[in-house]
């Protein structure tokens, strides 16, 4: 799974499902049924096959199922312990040798966990169990869901982590891993997807039922049931090397984006070829289908049958640099799954890690192997350095935990598992090398190819392969404690440095002492050094010329810290180090003006300097930290204007050297990196710098789009654009935008309006799409993301964080289970006063036992963390800034 969208874009998806159980609806235990599994039900009873049957009409509320599981029976008895999920089940049937034996149902708590009793003992050893049952359809993307669309109703699922339960009564944890029959029964002439290939289809009066071949072994989580009235493009990835025959490929679409599939369907065969180069085998499944859904938060990796939303696989050419790359790098995420993490599986929640991580590393890696030009790669390491600043929280989780409850499984979901530990399956590779690193990944899968593995057997599988004993050991320092590793280097003599390791901590905090094994990398010059720092303090030499780079490469996952003169030479480089250098030297000098020591006087000179790398990230996160110090409420009326004039200064040559033009089109001869810097200039300049020319010229080319003129206005500019039409037309142009909205269902207009309308920063605006609008059309995740932009914006965040509060036993309670939980304090971490700490504190009883405890506790210290920066740090920079001229 990838998750790319807001947090409240997540969160809101769920919040219509049917609701929970209420602990009061819950039957007595029996004694003699044991204790109920919070977490792992255990292995008295075993699936080994499912046969699922489906009856979706997807215009309907609900939708009916007929299950039967064959099961091992290890331990005999009238009691099975389970999962269902707000299941209507209708019956309940065991079939063991010729007999029947009736069973009734009860779903024991709200996370599903569900006791099913027979009339008398089950026998040890096989049968079968059967269900008929219906359920409720949700409204976001999770179990079975279903979204309106133009004029029509279409059905998808989304599993992970445990929502297979609320589509039908299972085992649903990752390591019951068994084949799967599937049959869909839909309204006539509607078409159906699952993770096998489709073997039969008969039209009986007005329904037509979709028979599919029997799956390879899959966990339930990676289970596909999709019906509706989809279009598609088909094709085939050409055999290769490793695959001696073509593979069936389609990509699945609603109606109105059936004219932008076919960029999709050809990057997805190039990425293909890449992943079984790398993987050194075959695509693990018979074929491969890819579906888009418009609310799906991310992308997910079912087995033969991935789900994406809308944007990230509805592009053309004309596409931007970043819809491009998102596409690359999801996809590529993806398919590395059908392979890690599909074919061989975790064993456990515990082990979820293994596959996002390395998915994770996977996506940016093979992305860029597709295509070089969009410079996916070093998107790995903006989000590596973006995810300590959560890892850098004394409250957190390491990569490798232990999951023991199905509320915890949810939290494993963050950035800790996608950025940190694809940064760490990064720096563990370049330190291995490549070739030993793939054949490491090459055993491992070779060992567990359809079945499931853990933890231990990947780093068993990595040591064999490094023939280096100390490789256990390193990779383990990062994966099983939490934190961002500091070295600290002082000066010992010509050529050589003290370096000192320890953990990060920001102003006013105190972290518990650790050390890892670093793989440190040096570079000054042309001179490179590398060694494996292991003990607390060591020293390192390195015989070149210039500046000091204590992250060669950027590739380690660490944050340093120089003597001033040293740092005041690495930021005077900025403009020439390579892109993931400059990413790295700009994350740990931000840290260090956290924890502070970095002076207000080497921010504002490494905006200046980096603002100039001709790498697009780095020169992105040039000014992003003194950005979000404004957002947050750090500077002062006069710092503002300070920081608005230092954009001004440093961005706007930039955007006159490449000239601007809004049309559609009009830079489409410029290489997709120069394209994005442009994006990311006017964004600057338009906002921050708030660039009066500009700004009228990009409201000018909105006039014109809504005039009817279809070329007005490039869709790389919509958010930039959007938001400079809003501020003059305040509620008037906020419902002009949402009508716009819509009576849209592209996948790339529809969120950029509604974006704007969410972060107009006008307290009217917010007050009429927080508490009065209401119109069916509106997708409840949609609002959701309105309210958390409106938070996000200072001169709304108030009120809107109001509305959350006095709503949030509701939003708790209306069916928006685990994902709600775990998501919703994120949205609220943006605040910077001890005060609104105390309000959100007050949250922690509705959060309790929950998976949403660990994000609420993160949410807690960051605004006191915040708190405490602006009071010790706030009035130097604001001086500093407001100095600017």
Known sequence: MRALLLAATMLAGTLAATPALAASEAKAIPAAAGTMPVGK??????????RLDFTLDPAQPRFSGHAEIDVTVNEGGRYVWMHGLNLGVKRVVAKVGGKTIAGTFSQADDTGVALVTFAQALPAGTATLVFDYDAGFNDGPTGLFRVHVGDQWYSWSQFESIDARGAFPSFDQPGFKTPYTVTITTPAGQRAVSNAPEVATETRGNQTVHRFAQTLPLPSYLVAVMAGPFVSVEGTVPATPQRATPLPLRVVSTRPNADKLNFALDGTKGIVSHLENYFGQAFPFPKLDQITAPIMPGAMENAGADLYEDSLLVLDDKASTSQKRNFGMVVAHELAHQWFGDMVSPAWWDDIWLNESFANWMGFRIGNEWRPDLNIGAGALEEGFAAMRTDALLV??????????????????????????????????????????????????????????????????????????????????????????????????????????????????????????????????????????????????????????????????????????????????????????????IDSLEASFMAGRATPAQLVAAARSFAANPDSYASDGATGQLIAFDTQGLLTPAAHDGLRRLVGEVRAPQLAKLGFDPRAGAHAGDDPDTQQRRVALVAELADTAEDAALNTKLAGAVDAMLAGDAKALDPAFYNSAFKAWLKPHGLAGAKTLMEKALSSEDPVLRPALLRAVGRSNDPAVAKWLVEDFSDKRLRLSEKLMGISLAIASPKTADQAFAWADAHLDSLLSSGGGIFLARSLPQVVSGFCSADKAKAIVAWRPRFANNSGALELDRAIERVQDCAVLKDQRAAGLSAELAAVK
């Open 41 to 50: 039900l255990g292995n008295a009873v075993v699936p080994q096959a499912y």
């Open 396 to 585: 957190g989780r390491p990569i490798h935990q232990p999951i023991t409850r199905n509320s915890q499984i949810d939290a494993a979901f963050d950035t800790i598992t996608y950025g940190k530990g694809g940064h760490v399956v990064s720096m563990i590779a370049a330190f291995m090398g490549d070739t030993k690193f793939r054949d490491g990944v090459r055993g491992y899968m070779a060992k567990h190819k359809y079945g499931n593995a853990s933890t231990a057997d990947f780093f068993g599988a990595m040591a064999d392969a490094a023939g280096d004993p100390r490789i256990l050991p390193a990779m383990q320092s990062f994966t099983d404690q939490q934190g961002v590793p500091l070295v600290t280097f002082a000066p010992a003599g010509q050529g050589k440095w003290t370096v000192t390791q320890s953990r990060y901590a920001r102003l006013g905090t105190q972290a518990p002492a650790q050390t890892w094994g670093v793989p440190l990398c040096l570079r000054q010059g042309d001179a490179r050094a590398c060694q494996l720092l292991v003990d607390q303090t060591a020293t390192v030499s390195i015989a070149g010329t210039g500046a000091l780079v204590p992250n060669a490469g950027g590739t380690g996952y660490y944050r340093f810290e120089l003597p001033a003169a040293q740092w005041d030479s690495l930021i005077a480089q900025g403009a020439s180090l390579p892109g993931g250098e400059a990413l790295a030297t």
